[in-house]
Structure formats: structure tokens, C-alpha cells
């Protein structure tokens, strides 16, 4: 018994190992100086984790062909080693990649595109199951790149918890010749423009991002469709972008909001705009190849004004978009009526009945402190018309929270009711959220349930021994807390996406 065991004990250890992730090691001291040596050398058969040691690695590395066999390839800091990449990675019919938490930053020396990840030019040789998860992407200062990550040629992607800022020579990000993604959970601020879909594009969902300041003039914030060269379609394709969403995003300031360029069958849903300053929403027929809009849905969205109230495009069919339970409000002008549509241009999809209100309603918390909570008895709340097109996507709020039935109009949905444990419930609000400097979290019992017996300093003074802040990769940062009140300063925190933990309870706040 005695030997059978130790024979078992021993091939568990053998088959454990084999099962244990392998770690390469790039840095100063290691075998290998940057990634291209890793890729060019080194056949991955598992899951295998890529791990940068501190400095910063520049210059331009060129990948062409590799695909992790099984499991994804991690490539990241090693622990909590400050990583900085200036000069561009490009991937080139690769697959199977997962990269985490790594700064890209330009210098003087390496001023362009850090990322371009496509198919080599061949549409028989996509790369595919690629992840770009809490990232960020700042400094780009060379006009001719385009963009800061180009993705042209890629299936089943995802770009989340990712932090794109400073940008102001090019696109944030762009998808061409795409299919099968999702970008989430992002910060995108002072950019030229966030970025743009197309090339035949397919099956892209964007949704829960906040867009700041993020397109200058000509730009839109992002556009959904456009032009693209005949040498770069799929022979397949029938339309230059198709079956996409803009979903439950906050778009804050910029020149232009969304475009709608030759999209077809694609939805612009649950979303904030906030004082957009020359037009909120455009509907262009751009695309050489297939220039009909046909299809899309535009509906529960909060459309605020300020002194620009102006849907832009050119004459458009009945069948190219339909406008619904979208509410248009002024910022500034209490006797608003509403706002200017590019007539007659687009008299054939202008919302019938639409809900306007003046400056005199209040619809938001605190909008210029960048809550656009609902307050309460906003005509938002409830407004809206719950779509199942797409469930994954249009069910949930810019929070992760649920939308109820009837939903409300805008990416917030009201009132949700969050926990302190399993056992007692309290309303819970994060403010101002997203926030530079500090956040607040305001507590008090919940009305209705179970509820919370005991007395609001109670509440607090408990709750204060359970407040955790993580970053997207779950690190913890303990936080100062002043006062009675909840009050937690942010301000040493890098931009990014964050999760509060209270009790049980996991609320997300962006970090500006």
C-alpha cells in the first residue's frame, strides 16, 4: 500500500507540473531583451506567461505567425515592476494573446503607434483571441500614425479595464477588417477621437465606456462605419460595417458625438451624451462600396445640448435608422423645443413625438461633476423601452447594474439598491463617479426588505472597517477615510477603472 502510494503521489507531482504555467523572464540580466527575441524562439504549447522586468522597452518588434497551441500567452509586468513600452508591437497572424496591465507611452524618440495587431494582409490568415485587459495608452505626438492601436484583420478580440488618454494627433484605438469583439470598461480622455469602426467590420459591441473630451475638431467621438480601400475587404463582405453597438457608454464634452457612416443593422443604445460641442449624432452614407445605411436603431438615449442642439447627415431612406424613447434636453435654455435636424435631409427618420424638456427640468445628480445619476423624478427614469436584440449587451447599465423593465433612458439606471452583507441592505451611491481627487459613498437604510436596524453612525462606522478599493487586476489599495462620512481620496491613484469592495459588495468607479 505503502509503494502504490508513494508511485501515485510522485505521478500527481510529475502530472502537476507539466500542468504549471512556464514563465519567460525579458529584462536586464535575462536571456532574452524584448518580446520579438520571445516569440522568434520560444514554442508555446500551454499556458504560458511572458513576464517584462522594469525599464522601458523601445523600438519597433515584429511578430509574424505565432499562436499559443492550447491556452493563451500572458504577457506582463513581472509583479509590481513599473513597465513602460515606447515604439510599436505589431502582431501579424497571431493568436491566442492575452496582454495585462502594461503601460505604453511614447517618448521623443518613439513617437507613433504602439499596437498593430491585423492579418498580414491575408484574409484566409486573421489573427484571433486576442485580449488587451487593463492597459494604458498615453503621448502618441506623430501625425502620420493614424492611430494609437490599430487592429486590422483580427476575430474575437477584447479590449477592456483599458485607460487611453492624451491622444491628440490620432485615434484612441481602430477596428478594420474586425469581427467577434468587445471593448468595455474603458477611460478614454483628450483624444483626437476614440477611434472608428470598419472594412466590413461585424459583430462589435462597445458598451459601459467613458468617453471625456475625446474628439477635436473635425472628429466624432467614434464613428461606426466609414471608407475603406477595396484591397482590404473580405471578398465575403457585404456592407462596410454591420450588426454593431454602441451600448450604455457616457460621452462628456468633445466636438462631435457618434457617426452612424454606411452601418447597417447596428444599435446606439442606453447611452449619455453631455454637452457635445458641435453636434451630437451624424448619419452618413461614406462608404464607397456600400454606402446605404440600412436598419439601425437609436433609441433610450439621453441626448443633452448646450448651445450647439444639432443632429447631422445626409438624405437618408426610411429603413436607414430608426429614432425612438430618446429624450433631447438643453443644458443651458429653459424654453428648449428641441433640436435642430438636418432637414429636409433627414425628414424620413426624425423621431415622431420626441421628449424634450428646458433647462428647468432637472434630469442629472450633479452633471458637472460628472454624476449623471438620475435624480430623482427625472423624466428619464422608466422611459425607455427594454430591447432583447442583443440581451448581453443592452441589459446592463454603465454600471454593470441591470436595467429594470421599463428601463430608463440614458447608460445610468435609477435607484439601485446595493448591499453592505447577505444579511442587512442599504442604499448605496458612489460620487462623483468618475472622480480625479476624491469619492464619497453616501449609506442609509434601505427602504423596504430586510432592511438595516441599526443607527446611520453605526452603519457608517462599520462600514468604514470593510472598505477595500482593487485595480482591474484585483491588487488592493487600502484608502484613507475621513470623517463620519464615507470620503475616500483617489487622487494618488493611476487613471483607470477600480472596484470598491463593501461587505459583499463589489461597486466599479473610473479614476480620471
Known amino acids: 500500500i505503502f509503494l502504490k502510494t508513494f508511485w501515485f503521489i510522485l505521478i500527481m507531482i510529475f502530472f502537476n507540473l507539466n500542468l504549471l504555467n512556464s514563465a519567460v523572464h525579458i529584462g536586464t540580466g535575462y536571456n532574452y531583451k524584448n518580446i520579438g527575441q520571445v516569440f522568434n524562439d520560444v514554442t508555446f504549447t500551454k499556458q504560458d506567461t511572458i513576464f517584462l522586468h522594469q525599464g522601458t522597452y523601445e523600438g519597433y518588434q515584429g511578430i509574424i505567425g505565432k499562436v499559443a497551441s492550447d491556452k493563451s500567452v500572458y504577457i506582463m509586468p513581472y509583479q509590481n515592476e513599473n513597465v513602460i513600452i515606447s515604439g510599436c508591437w505589431q502582431f501579424q497572424s497571431c493568436g491566442n494573446i492575452q496582454f495585462k496591465n502594461l503601460i505604453f507611452k511614447a517618448n521623443e524618440k518613439n513617437t507613433g503607434r504602439f499596437i498593430n495587431v491585423d492579418n498580414n ?8 483571441n486576442i485580449v488587451f485587459d487593463s492597459c494604458s495608452f498615453s503621448g502618441v505626438t506623430d501625425k502620420n500614425s493614424i492611430c ?7 476575430n474575437n478580440f477584447k ?3 483599458c485607460h487611453f488618454y492624451d491622444l491628440t494627433v490620432c485615434d484612441a484605438i481602430d477596428f478594420n477588417v474586425c469581427n467577434y469583439g468587445v471593448m468595455h470598461n474603458n477611460v478614454f480622455e483628450n483624444c483626437l477621437s476614440a477611434g472608428h469602426i470598419k472594412g466590413g467590420s461585424k459583430n462589435i459591441y462597445i458598451y459601459r465606456n467613458l468617453f471625456k473630451n475625446s474628439s477635436m475638431e473635425p472628429f466624432v467621438v467614434f464613428e461606426m462605419g466609414g471608407d475603406t480601400g477595396d484591397q482590404f475587404y473580405n471578398p465575403k463582405d457585404s456592407s462596410e460595417i454591420q450588426n454593431c453597438s454602441f451600448n450604455a457608454n457616457i460621452v462628456v464634452g468633445g466636438y462631435r458625438g457618434v457617426a452612424l457612416s454606411s452601418a447597417r443593422w447596428c444599435d446606439v443604445a442606453n447611452n449619455t451624451f453631455y454637452n457635445c460641442g458641435q453636434m451630437t449624432l451624424r448619419l452618413l452614407g461614406t462608404s464607397h462600396k456600400f454606402p446605404e445605411l440600412k436598419g439601425n436603431n437609436i433609441f433610450n438615449n439621453i441626448f443633452a445640448f448646450a448651445s450647439s442642439g444639432y443632429i447631422n447627415g445626409s438624405a437618408q431612406a426610411k429603413d436607414a435608422a430608426t429614432f425612438r424613447d430618446n429624450l433631447y434636453y438643453s443644458i443651458s435654455n429653459p424654453d428648449y423645443k428641441g433640436p435642430y435636424w438636418d432637414t429636409p ?14 433647462a428647468k427640468t432637472l434630469i442629472f445628480v450633479n452633471p458637472s461633476n460628472n454624476d449623471f445619476h438620475l435624480c430623482e423624478n427625472s423624466p428619464a427614469i422608466g422611459g425607455g423601452k427594454y430591447n432583447n436584440i442583443n440581451d448581453d449587451v443592452n441589459k446592463y447599465d454603465f454600471y454593470g447594474n441591470q436595467f429594470k423593465s421599463p428601463c430608463s433612458i440614458g447608460a445610468i439606471e435609477y435607484d439601485v439598491v446595493n448591499s453592505i452583507n447577505e444579511t442587512d441592505l442599504v442604499d448605496l451611491i458612489i460620487f462623483p463617479n468618475p472622480a480625479s481627487d476624491y469619492i464619497e459613498i453616501s449609506l442609509s437604510p434601505a427602504g423596504g426588505g430586510r432592511g438595516w436596524t441599526l443607527p446611520t453612525d453605526v452603519i457608517l462606522s ?6 477595500k478599493i482593487y485595480n482591474a487586476l484585483g491588487i488592493e489599495y487600502t484608502p484613507p477615510l475621513e470623517g463620519m462620512g464615507l470620503k475616500i481620496d483617489v487622487s494618488n491613484l493611476t487613471p483607470g477603472v477600480y472596484f470598491i469592495r463593501i461587505g459583499d459588495r463589489f461597486e466599479k468607479f473610473i479614476k480620471l
Open 148 to 154: 494609437a492601436v490599430k487592429f486590422g484583420g483580427v
Open 462 to 467: 462599520e462600514a468604514k472597517n470593510l472598505v
Open 159 to 161: 479590449v477592456t479595464n
Open 345 to 358: 435631409a433627414l425628414d424620413n427618420v426624425k423621431e415622431i413625438n420626441p421628449r424634450i424638456y428646458g
Open 121 to 128: 494582409g491575408d484574409v484566409n490568415k486573421f489573427s484571433y
